[in-house]
């Protein structure tokens, strides 16, 4: 159906930045939504960043300022740069499509395998 491909997780010190990029691929018919969310030791998952088709952007509060979204259409491609990063931020961070398929265009929403993103004091 869909396949989602994440990059760009490692360990940074507090402070530093990361770029995480996914890439989705597969019998896509269009895409509504494409974002970004992580999971925390412990904790639920939770939404950080998503951009809609039409270019509307969210952010956790927790990361405003500090994250941007980014969005290649013709790649199907998402981006996250974080910036000023924080060892709260430290989670597993999923990529998440909500997409039409082809040839039927069935609606549906794809997780990718998630990326660690570690942040040290």
């Known amino acids: 159906q869909v396949q989602l491909v994440e990059s760009g997780g490692g360990l940074v010190q507090a402070g530093g930045s990361l770029r995480l990029s996914c890439a989705a691929s597969?019998?896509?018919?269009?895409?509504?939504?494409m974002g970004w969310y992580r999971r925390a030791p412990g904790k639920q998952r939770e939404l950080v960043a998503a951009?809609?088709?039409?270019?509307?952007?969210n952010y956790a509060d927790s990361v405003k300022g500090r994250f941007t979204i980014s969005r290649d259409n013709a790649k199907n491609t998402i981006y996250l740069q974080m910036n000023s990063l924080k060892p709260e931020d430290t989670a597993v961070y999923y990529c998440?499509?909500?997409?039409?398929?082809?040839?039927?265009?069935?609606?549906?929403?794809?997780w990718g395998q998630g990326t660690q993103v570690t942040v040290s004091s």
């Open positions: 998440n499509v909500e997409a039409y398929t082809s040839p039927y265009r069935l609606f549906a929403s794809y």
């Open positions: 951009v809609t088709s039409d270019g509307r952007m």
């Open positions: 597969g019998n896509i018919f269009s895409i509504n939504s």
